[in-house]
């Protein structure tokens, strides 16, 4: 009966909420430009110093320990960001769907997930007292909303598998349907976005967040596939409309409201779901671009260009757990190697999102699971440039490879240059490398390219040039393994592990030594083609799977 009764007054709640078009004291433009001006002190805000951003997805429900305080959760939330040394300087509090509010809402029916619920029975508002600690500790805390997230039940164990989200159902118009099977939200239809925008208000009225930030990475398509760029204004008018909301907020609390998207990380992929960030960047509608999720190549550059104009801060992020593929959990020197990259490269902070917040003693205590190391040796020196020189990196190419929570562009990878087949007849295949090191300059003690073939056999001998030269006196390993590597057999969904070595596993890795003279910093072009073969069969064609230059110093990560 209570299910019911919540299920009843979420409907009544957003049929209230759709019954006013004024959306309170803001109004609502439909495809309208706003003339957006921001003060000194908005501005003051957006430039804040912000090394490390981390979007925080902290677990709420199973497999917590039953009866933990919010004591005990927050020291959770907080112990790598309490550590000397640690260069976090933001929150992003991403703290699940919106079906359900975990905070006091007027539009949302109560989360039932038990510690949520036990919480708000003793009065804890648990929302605002993150904002507090962050504020104790001088950290920005920003809300993440998941603009068109999969449905989740009311208890949160699981995906909403056995009934439907009660608003799609009643307003089945709002929703695309896409390989979610409830549908996602459609953001080209404005009764659908307004109900996003009452949810979103209903929030950023009554907590002092110092920014939200628009999550358009869960999950696409949020427009109907086929049609994204022919109805972006859908978007725009969104993102427009959430802009002017919190400049009203901003202007009645009398401190800045910022507002944060996250996009696909190239102006290709953001056009492909709809993102016409180039309007978004023109109107002044927003204030930090969040760049990619789950891909190390993120292209800065052409995001520098349409922000030149503005004060719009940039920000790549890195999933460790939706991982770009083949590098899950892996050394600290890939984060090392990606994050130096986007710090050479322009990046005005960086994101990681999905990586682990407390040791393996603190998280143990209250049943969560601990992380790898590698995410708490990042968080002590990725945050800028100074910090990454002279540690070692691995800089790697990006791979293609399965995601499970999409339609359409974003978080997929498919435009990546690897796995790539070589040609037997001797055509070149050409990639770029992103060095973010001086390596001649910095003097580095060790330096090795590798490539990593599949299908490739003792006799086989393969070219490989470095900025138009050949490397010489390559080392083959034709025992090598890579638990992350599945050819022949597709590469399965990202959010995969733990990944066990196939001892069957038929991989060969090629090595060289070039001399640091050999690159250059930033792109460098690399080639690869196979000479002559010892033996082919039909089908057995050599793949190059991986490409890395590990670079190493003489100091240490930690």
């Known amino acids: 009966m209570r299910n019911w009764l919540s299920r009843r007054n979420f409907l009544q709640s957003a049929s209230a909420a759709l019954s006013s078009r004024s959306m309170g004291q803001f109004a609502i433009l439909h495809g309208l430009q706003a003339k957006i001006e921001l003060s000194k002190d908005h501005l003051a805000a957006v430039n804040r110093r912000r090394r490390i951003v981390v979007q925080e997805d902290p677990v709420l429900s199973d497999p917590l320990k039953p009866g933990i305080s919010f004591e005990q959760w927050r020291d959770y939330l907080f112990n790598y960001a309490d550590e000397h040394g640690s260069q976090i300087d933001t929150f992003f509090w991403d703290l699940g769907s919106d079906d359900w509010a975990i905070y006091k809402s007027k539009v949302l029916p109560p989360s039932e997930i038990p510690i949520v619920k036990r919480w708000r029975e003793q009065g804890i508002d648990f929302v605002r007292l993150l904002i507090e600690e962050c504020r104790k ?3 920005e805390a920003f809300w993440n909303q998941r603009t068109s997230e999969v449905d989740m039940p009311a208890n949160g164990v699981g995906l909403g598998m056995d009934s439907m989200n009660p608003v799609k159902k009643a307003h089945p118009d709002w929703v695309i349907r896409s390989w979610w099977w409830q549908g996602l939200w459609n953001l080209s ?11 979103l208000q209903d929030l950023a009225a009554n907590y002092e967040f110092d920014g939200i930030q628009l999550d358009f990475a869960r999950h696409v398509p949020c427009l109907p596939p086929g049609r994204q760029w022919e109805l972006r204004d859908g978007v725009t008018d969104h993102v427009r409309n959430v802009r002017l909301m919190l400049l009203e907020l901003e202007k009645k609390r009398g401190r800045p409201y910022l507002l944060a998207v996250r996009v696909p990380e190239s102006l290709r992929g953001c056009h492909v779901d709809g993102f016409d960030v180039e309007v978004w960047a023109q109107e002044n509608l927003v204030d930090i671009f969040t760049l990619g999720e789950r891909s190390s190549e993120v292209n800065l550059a052409e995001f520098r260009r349409i922000v030149a104009a503005k004060n719009i801060k940039l920000q790549p992020c890195l999933d460790d757990h939706h991982a770009t593929d083949g ?13 130096g990259n986007w710090w050479q490269q322009g990046a005005d902070s960086v994101v990681t999102f999905n ?7 603190v998280a143990t205590a209250i049943g969560a699971k601990p992380g790898p190391l590698c995410q708490r040796q990042g968080y002590h020196c990725i945050g800028s440039s100074e910090t990454l020189r002279h ?17 359409g562009y974003f978080c997929r990878n498919d435009f990546a240059a690897l796995p790539v087949l070589l040609a037997n007849e001797g055509t070149p295949m050409a990639l770029t490398i992103a060095i973010g090191d001086p390596l001649h300059a910095d003097a580095a003690k060790d330096i090795e390219l590798a490539c990593i073939f599949y299908g490739a056999s003792e006799g086989d001998r393969l070219e490989v040039t470095l900025n138009g030269v050949t490397l010489n006196h390559g080392v083959q390993n034709f025992e090598w393994k890579d638990a992350q590597i599945f050819t022949p ?12 070595i196939d001892p069957n596993q038929h991989l060969m890795k090629l090595t060289f030594k070039p001399n640091s003279a050999q690159f250059r910093l930033g792109r460098n072009d ?32 930690l």
């Open 489 to 500: 057999k597709p590469q399965p969904a990202s959010g995969g592990g733990p990944y066990e």
């Open 189 to 199: 239809n404005p009764d659908a976005r307004q109900y996003r925008l009452q949810v």
């Open 391 to 407: 540690k070692d990196k691995l800089f790697t190419v990006q791979r293609r490879g399965g995601y499970p929570w999409a339609e």
């Open 526 to 557: 690399v080639s690869v083609r196979i000479l002559d073969r010892v033996a082919y069969k039909p089908g057995a064609n050599i793949q190059l799977e991986k490409l890395e230059v590990a670079v190493k110093y003489q100091e240490a990560i």
């Open 327 to 339: 590098y899950r959990s892996p050394p600290v020197e890939f984060f090392c190697g990606v994050f």
């Open 137 to 139: 500790r001088k950290i």
């Open 355 to 361: 990586w682990s917040c407390a040791s393996p003693e």
